[in-house]
C-alpha cells in the first residue's frame, strides 16, 4: 500500500488530553485514534496523484474504517487539500481562493460516498449508528471490481 500515504507525526493540539485526561489519542498505523471520545479522527489521507480516479483513496480509506471503528459512533475528518496543487495536479506554493474551493468541494463529493456528512465548515461526520457506511462500502467494493 505504498500509494497512501499519511503523515505520522504528533496528533494536532485538538486531540490531546484535555484538563480531565479523558481522551488518549494513539498513533494505529496511518490514524490517530481518539480513544474515550467514542470517534475516529481521519488526519490526511493522501494517494499519489498517479493512483487517483481509480477509487482506491475511497476503499483504502473506508476499509481503515472498518478495521479501526470498532466500538465507535463517529468518524471525522476535514475535507480539505493536504497540499498546495493546481486543479490539473502540480505542486505549487500558493493556489488561489477558487481552486481551493474547488478542492475542497471535490473532496466532499468523494467522502460522501462513503457516508459523510457535511458538518461545519470542511468538517465531515460520518455516523457508524446508521445503515450508510456499510451500503456504501459495497458499492465502493463493487465499483473497484471487488466483493465482500
Do not use: N
Not at 498513533?27 to 490517530?32: Q, Y
Not at 496523484?49 to 463517529?74: F, K, N
Request: charged share 25%; hydrophobic share 45%; with cysteine.
Amino acid at each position: 500500500m505504498t500509494s497512501v500515504s499519511v503523515p505520522v507525526g504528533a496528533p494536532p493540539p485538538s486531540l490531546r488530553a484535555g484538563a480531565s485526561g479523558r481522551t488518549r489519542v494513539e498513533r494505529r498505523g496511518w490514524l490517530f485514534v481518539a480513544r474515550g471520545s467514542g470517534m475516529l479522527v481521519i488526519d490526511t489521507v493522501r494517494l499519489e496523484p498517479a493512483w487517483r480516479g481509480y477509487g482506491l483513496g475511497t476503499l483504502c480509506v473506508g476499509m481503515m474504517i472498518e478495521r479501526l471503528a470498532a466500538g465507535r459512533r463517529l468518524v471525522v475528518l476535514r475535507a480539505a487539500p493536504a497540499e498546495r496543487r493546481t486543479a490539473k495536479g502540480k505542486v505549487v506554493d500558493e493556489i488561489s481562493a477558487a481552486e481551493r474551493d474547488l478542492a475542497v468541494a471535490k473532496l466532499g463529493r468523494l467522502w460522501s460516498q462513503l457516508g459523510f456528512e457535511h458538518f461545519k465548515d470542511e468538517v465531515w461526520v460520518l455516523d457508524l449508528g446508521l445503515a450508510t457506511f456499510t451500503k456504501a462500502m459495497d458499492l465502493v467494493r463493487s465499483r473497484v471490481g471487488l466483493s465482500r
